[in-house]
């Protein structure tokens, strides 16, 4: 849509792009031409306006918007693009484009805007407003007053997120969904003018800023021809960051700072997108060096410093060492709240999608990348012998349902040197099942030289298992070693950024040495390195294997010098191709390694490649193919027999399948959300399918329980209901917890204690959920502190109709009351008064005695005489 000429002023939003900017039942007229795909918008100007001169809500597709002149507006331009969860696998990128445009924060002459118009933080269902006043109104921060160009966000309807309900319940620059994977803002021919960052009304006004409510993702935003006119102490940007005290205890004890990992009741949570803010300058008109540069918010990416100066405590950000090569601080830069890198930074973005069962619910972070080759220090804490280090926690939690029941994506974004050979560490155990990106290269023209090595050091409860990696969903053929790659025979090289995308190398070393002398795995370095290049995506699954044990009387250096036939051998033994089978660890028997003794090897035997790949695509396993069991089966005592074991001196033997192990997740709801816990089986032995049981709850509610229990019921809409924390044990029960979400808590407690009395007694649990067993049902308040009944509740039900007709009826009784009280003392009590006192005078003359009760004290002619009722102190007490 391309227009010219248009304007608009003096209103709160000037151009509003929307696929339709209401809630269904207002009934918006939607065009049945409306795109899909993308939106072209332009050909206006906005002036003197209240909140965005230019919004975009949640349309779905593309943006470019062209010829457009915002003057004095809060936000000049801000966007929320949706994408549907296909786009989610990174293969198309997002894109948002800005050209010929123009943002002025001020007109010519026009010292400030207004000390009492500035961004403001406000209260809606997704309730931002805590976040947006901890951050970015927070202890002695500056106000903003007006901004340019806002940052653009990418979204998806990926894991039940959708676009918000729009003003007033939802600010417009808000966002309850989980973004995209990629995403690019290519701003080309902006021009931006009057934007002081301290004005003469004690604001800072800048011409590009982050997004005030998001705080998960900033996707790439790139610049070039770009002019500026009159811009002041640091105007052009500003980012807010983490570091530092937060001035927001955890609690009357416990000083609370920034990205302190360890803090019991914000260290799972550091939002990740402040810090990792980045703008790139194509041609250098944005920082006016006439050459590409970046602007950086990461204060530890630009520095040499390892690990250890920070670990994961919060207070140790203060002691940052000194900056790196290309990267420099200056006072203007100091304005901006950001580092400034030069054309030998090459920056690219690494992006991390945890695939596993469990994504939503553990939290395998943080994560940490830095310069390095992967190996962790005596603590467990990665090394980062390079420096540049990195720090990422995943996005919070989205959609009301995601807030109630603690779920949210473990996503991971990063920012890499293009060629860098980078250490990527989990602090908690890594996930089985990921998948990188590498994208946003396009800027550098280095065509087929973009690239990076990851170093990833496995470690937890799955380590021992086989690491597949795949390509675009092919899988690549294993490349394992026990040690080094130039200590294998024949040597081999370490993965480079210019190889293939997928060329890696697992080294499953163990060091004997310190196995025996602290009593446990001692060194084991265990770390895959493999190459991400762009337009190519790569998975790493961890994969079930046969775990084989051999002891054989032998001491430890002499079978090291001969080790390299034995998987040969047992392979052979076993019937399977030899590259099926590796080392996983050898260590002594016994402590007489050189004299005598025996020795312990360990060998994995992977999965046929048929598995791996009906396993990646999800298809169904023959028996030939699923041949671990059948493997595992023939290896019994009498293998050791065996003619292709005949030059090994092998005492016993011993075999186990070790598949991908998911911990049972506890249950986990917020607290004061309650719920009901179920524990149930489908009739007939069927899959348990969540989505229809909440379907079918959702159903009757709207059906039977608005007219047995209370008629709100009735506009019960999807996602009203949840099952979550959804577990199926090994018997087939199936445990979960049910929510109702609400918009009234109240209706969410009285429908679960309702749902709770027929789902606990098998004769009626079938009203609610025919075909399903309920074996047992338990109701949890869980902290819950609202009223307990629809009657208790007359006073909490936002927008009532009836707390509003109660309101004005107990308003009017309590006006009259006071007028009725107001004419009683001020009219009839006074009038009497005055009766009283002209028949005392009247009394007194004739001579008689009259009872005028206590006296009062006199007053002169200058004070004033005691009031015979109290008077309202100001407009607010009227």
Same mark, same amino acid.
């Given at each position: ?295 950086? &918010?990461?204060?530890?990416?630009? =520095? ?13 950000? =203060? ?85 109630? *029941? ?186 007489? =390694? ?232 001020? *009219? ?16 007194? &003359? ?33």
């Amino acid at each position: 849509m391309q227009w010219s000429n248009n304007y608009a002023h003096s209103v709160r939003d000037g151009l509003l792009v929307a696929q339709e900017p209401a809630e269904s039942f207002f009934n918006w007229a939607e065009d049945s031409t409306t795109p899909s795909t993308c939106r072209h918008v332009g050909g206006v100007t906005a002036y003197w306006v209240g909140d965005h001169g230019l919004i975009n809500w949640y349309a779905p597709g593309d943006f470019v918007v062209t010829d457009l002149t915002v003057v004095e507006a809060t936000i000049g331009s801000s966007a929320i693009l949706m994408y549907p969860p296909a786009n989610v696998v990174g293969q198309t990128i997002p894109t948002a484009r800005y050209s010929n445009v123009a943002f002025a924060g001020y007109w010519n002459g026009q010292s400030c805007r207004s000390t009492e118009h500035v961004w403001k933080c406000k209260k809606s269902l997704l309730d931002s407003k805590p976040w947006c006043e901890f951050f970015h109104r927070g202890h002695n921060q500056q106000a903003m007053g007006v901004t340019g160009l806002g940052e653009t966000l990418f979204t998806s309807s990926e894991f039940g997120g959708k676009k918000t309900k729009g003003e007033q319940k939802f600010r417009w620059t808000e966002m309850d969904s989980f973004s995209t994977v990629g995403g690019q803002v290519i701003v080309n021919g902006a021009h931006f003018a009057n934007f002081d960052g301290n004005d003469g009304c004690g604001l800072k006004n800048v011409a590009v800023h982050q997004n005030p409510y998001s705080n998960d993702t900033f996707h790439h935003h790139q610049f070039s021809q770009v002019s500026w006119s009159n811009i002041r102490n640091g105007g052009e940007v500003y980012m807010r960051t983490m570091y530092g005290n937060t001035h927001h205890p955890a609690d009357d004890f416990t000083e609370t700072w920034y990205l302190d990992y360890d803090n019991f009741k914000y260290g799972a949570y550091w939002p990740d997108s402040p810090n990792h803010q980045l703008l790139i300058d194509v041609d250098g008109t944005f920082t006016g060096t006439g050459r590409r540069s970046s602007i950086v &918010a990461s204060q530890t990416l630009t =520095r040499n410093d390892q690990f250890s100066t920070y670990g994961y405590n919060g207070r140790n950000f =203060r002691n940052l060492g000194p900056m790196r090569a290309g990267c420099v601080e200056s006072e203007r830069t100091r304005s901006w709240n950001a580092v400034q890198c030069d054309s030998t930074v090459e920056w690219l973005s690494v992006i991390i999608d945890n695939l596993s069962e469990d994504r939503l619910t553990r939290r395998p972070g943080p994560v940490v990348m830095c310069k390095g080759d992967g190996m962790i220090d005596v603590n467990g804490w990665p090394l980062c012998q390079g420096g540049q280090v990195q720090y990422a926690s995943g996005p919070v939690m989205k959609g009301k349902a995601g807030r109630a *029941i603690l779920e949210r994506m473990t996503r991971y974004w990063f920012h890499a040197e293009n060629n860098g050979n980078l250490t990527l560490a989990f602090r908690g155990q890594p996930p089985e099942n990921m998948r990188f990106y590498l994208q946003d290269h396009e800027y550098l023209n280095v065509g087929s030289n973009a690239g990076v090595t990851l170093n990833l050091r496995y470690h937890g409860l799955n380590s021992q298992l086989r690491v597949g990696v795949y390509v675009n969903g092919v899988r690549q053929r294993p490349v394992v070693g026990y040690g080094y790659p130039h200590e294998q025979s024949p040597p081999r090289t370490w993965p480079a950024s210019t190889d293939p995308a997928g060329t890696h190398y697992h080294d499953k070393y163990v060091n004997s040495e310190e196995y025996t002398r602290i009593g446990n795995q001692g060194v084991q370095r265990n770390v895959l390195s493999f190459v991400l290049r762009p337009g190519s995506v790569v998975d790493l699954r961890q994969e079930p294997i046969v775990q084989v044990t051999a002891t054989l009387s032998m001491p430890l250096d002499e079978f090291f010098n001969n080790k390299e036939t034995f998987p040969a051998a047992m392979a052979n033994a076993l019937g399977i191709p030899e590259d099926r089978m590796k080392f996983a660890k050898i260590v002594p028997g016994t402590t007489r =390694r050189r004299q005598g003794g025996t020795t312990v090897v360990e060998l994995s035997v992977q999965q046929s490649e048929a598995a791996a790949n009906a396993n990646y695509a999800g298809t169904a396993l023959g028996e030939e193919q699923n041949d671990l069991a059948a493997i595992a089966a023939r290896v019994t005592p009498d293998l050791v027999q065996s003619s292709s074991l005949s030059n090994w001196p092998v005492a016993s033997v011993e075999a186990t399948v070790v598949k991908v192990a998911i911990p049972v997740p506890e249950v986990n709801v917020a607290s004061g959300t309650p719920y009901v816990l179920l524990n149930a089986t489908r009739n007939g032995g069927a899959t348990m399918n969540t989505t229809l049981m909440e379907m079918a709850v959702e159903n009757y509610a709207k059906t039977v329980m608005n007219i047995t229990v209370d008629a709100q019921f009735n506009v019960t809409e999807r996602g009203d209901v949840v099952m979550s924390n959804v577990h199926t044990d090994a018997a087939g029960f199936t445990r979960m917890a049910m929510l109702m979400l609400y918009e009234n808590t109240t209706v969410s407690f009285i429908g679960l204690q309702h749902l709770y009395n027929l789902l606990s007694n098998s004769s009626t649990s079938g009203q609610v959920l025919p075909g399903y067993t309920i074996h047992s049902a338990e109701f949890s308040e869980n902290g819950y502190g609202g009223q307990r009944s629809s009657d208790d509740d007359l006073w909490g039900v936002e927008g009532s109709v009836l707390k509003f007709a109660v309101g004005v009826a107990v308003g009017l009784i309590v006006v009259c009351a006071i007028g009725a009280a107001v004419l009683y003392c001020c *009219i009839y009590k006074r009038t009497a008064k005055h009766a009283d006192r002209a028949e005392q005078q009247a009394k007194a &003359a004739a001579g008689e005695e009259y009872d005028v009760g206590p006296s009062k004290p006199v007053h002169s002619p200058n004070e004033p005489a005691e009031e015979d009722s109290e008077q309202p102190q100001g407009a607010d007490n009227v």
